[in-house]
């Protein structure tokens, strides 16, 4: 890992986007004040022009950016305007955001410690977009910490408190088996309630099976406070674990983030390190792994393949891969040492022995823990953070 001094690139804020000031009073009473609440997460719209972010109390909500390009002096430049809040549904903190991996309608699902998860979609009237909830998913026993769609929308994962990992099947409008934009709301149906986990679920992926779990088209990876890795495949339409990853971490797994091929996972914790795992083929396992206990034809097989043990001096709440835009092997990572990191595949590495290096390193300036960081989905220069303080950062990346 390189030190600071040798950082091959640079992390610039280019906006702070705040809450709304609050005002109590009227005349020489009159007192205006910012609301102090946590935001959690973040995620952008499958075009890249909207972020949603979620918030604790004392007013959970999501709020929605929409980035507006302004011309000044024949300079092009961008804006991140609030363009909706959204609240009157959930009862306590807004745990997790996501948008649907679809142009339009825009669609949001979030999961909150209320136990459920709202379905939010956004129609236009008037050229103004509003948003209304179609619908409430309800199920976990309590706090539901993660929500994800699949890569096509089909399906929904939300994981909690309860140890459980929930799947719904998702009829999204202009999809395959859902309405058609405009006609009717999105439907959702629970398909598999997956058990396995010893406690709190604090993050879902999925990604696809490559032929090598099950019969499915995907898996879904699971990560825990019982500091494991679950992998969740599909066969004949029954979802089942078909493998854990234990030892690799010391303490909870915040997060999870795959490469854009799907065949890589990256892992960030609260041991503050990051752990990097290759897909295995079933072949592949069978000729190098020899002494698995499993050596059935059903399904490959994750290993861990490298760590970065001094990841961060802290716990690591966030991990996200870089779009290919942003060229190969770069992973950004953020956490309750308030730093975001970029770390870049090094010269010498390969597949079985992956090498990073740190890139760029810079303190996010949240003014407490860093709890989420997001790239956009297709531009490699630009990444997006919240915090404790409740502030949304957007970053600009740049290589020297």
């Not at 390009?69 to 997790?96: A, C, M, P, Y």
């Not at 679809?102 to 136990?115: T, Y």
């Not at 998702?170 to 997956?194: K, R």
Request: glycine share 8%.
């Amino acid at each position: 890992m390189t030190d600071h001094q040798q950082q091959q690139a640079v992390l610039t804020c280019q906006h702070i986007l705040r809450p709304p000031l609050q005002e109590i009073g009227e005349g020489d009473d009159r007192l205006v004040y910012e609301i102090g609440q946590p935001a959690w997460q973040c995620s952008f719209s499958k075009d890249g022009n909207h972020l949603a972010v979620c918030y604790g109390a004392p007013q959970p909500c999501i709020r929605i950016w929409e980035m507006v390009h302004k011309f000044n002096d024949k300079k092009k430049g961008t804006q991140w305007i609030l363009q909706s809040t959204l609240s009157g549904v959930h009862e306590r903190t807004v745990r997790s955001v996501v948008f649907a991996p679809i142009m339009k309608p825009l669609i949001l699902a979030s999961a909150s410690f209320d136990g459920s998860i709202a379905i939010w979609e956004a129609s236009t009237r008037n050229e103004t977009l509003s948003w209304e909830c179609t619908a409430q998913l309800e199920g976990h026993e309590n706090e539901v910490k993660c929500v994800v769609f699949n890569e096509t929308g089909s399906l929904l994962a939300s994981s909690g408190r309860d140890k459980t990992v929930w799947i719904w099947e998702c009829f999204l409008p202009g999809t395959v088996g859902g309405p058609s934009e405009g006609s009717e709301a999105s439907e959702f149906e629970c398909i598999a309630v997956l058990n396995g986990h010893e406690a709190d679920v604090k993050c879902v992926r999925f990604a696809p099976s490559h032929d090598q779990w099950g019969d499915g088209a995907e898996i879904l990876l699971s990560s825990s406070y019982d500091d494991t890795i679950r992998v969740w495949a599909e066969d004949a339409g029954d979802w089942y674990c078909a493998a854990s990853i234990s030892g690799v971490h010391s303490s909870t797994i915040w997060s999870l983030a795959l490469a854009p091929s799907g065949a890589r996972l990256v892992s960030g914790s609260a041991d503050a390190s990051l752990a990097i795992y290759k897909a295995y083929t079933i072949a592949e396992k069978k000729r190098l792994f020899p002494e698995d206990k499993d050596q059935s034809n059903s399904h490959g097989v994750w290993k861990c393949v490298g760590k970065l043990t001094d990841a961060h001096y802290a716990a690591v709440y966030a991990v996200d891969y870089a779009p290919a835009q942003a060229g190969h092997g770069r992973v950004v990572s953020a956490g309750a040492d308030g730093d975001i990191h970029i770390y870049h595949e090094a010269m010498g590495s390969t597949s079985d022995r992956p090498l990073f290096s740190l890139e760029a390193s810079v303190d996010a300036g949240h003014n407490g823990d860093v709890n989420h960081v997001r790239w956009h989905p297709f531009l490699g220069s630009v990444l997006a953070s919240v915090g404790d303080d409740g502030a949304v950062r957007i970053w600009k990346y740049q290589t020297a």
